[in-house]
């Protein structure tokens, strides 16, 4: 059973940073999708960033040059690094993982993980 715990959450103004982590335990993929997703009040959840265990990233347009995933397998720690935040970054962020074929990026659409974690809130104010 997987199981994904997020951390780092919390209140920033704009323009600031905040990191975001997720520690990952009963993994047994060797090859594996990992990333962030995110649902703001009243918005569909959205992917945000996701990484391959050959180290590929994936990201949204809308956080592309902003934000940075990375993983530190010796902690097995998934990472969340955001910059120059905005308000419309304000949601409940969301840590997932999925075992990977490897032919294609990892996706950043929800039916393509089947393991949550449960959440971390980020609020952006401006």
């Known amino acids: 059973q997987v199981q994904l715990v997020e951390s780092g959450g919390g209140s920033v103004q704009a323009g600031g940073s905040l990191r975001l982590s997720c520690e990952v335990s009963g993994y047994t993929y060797s090859s594996y999708c990992m990333g962030w997703f995110r649902q703001a009040p009243g918005k569909e959840r959205e992917g945000v960033a996701a990484l391959d265990s050959d180290g590929d990233a994936n990201y949204a347009d809308s956080v592309k040059g902003r934000f940075t995933i990375s993983k530190d397998n010796a902690k097995n720690t998934l990472y969340l690094q955001m910059n120059s935040l905005k308000p419309d970054d304000t949601a409940m962020y969301y840590c997932?993982?999925?075992?990977?074929?490897?032919?294609?990026?990892?996706?950043?659409?929800?039916?393509?993980?089947?393991?949550w974690g449960q959440g971390t809130q980020v609020t952006v104010s401006s």
């Open positions: 997932v993982a999925e075992g990977w074929a490897g032919y294609r990026m990892c996706g950043l659409e929800v039916w393509e993980y089947n393991n």
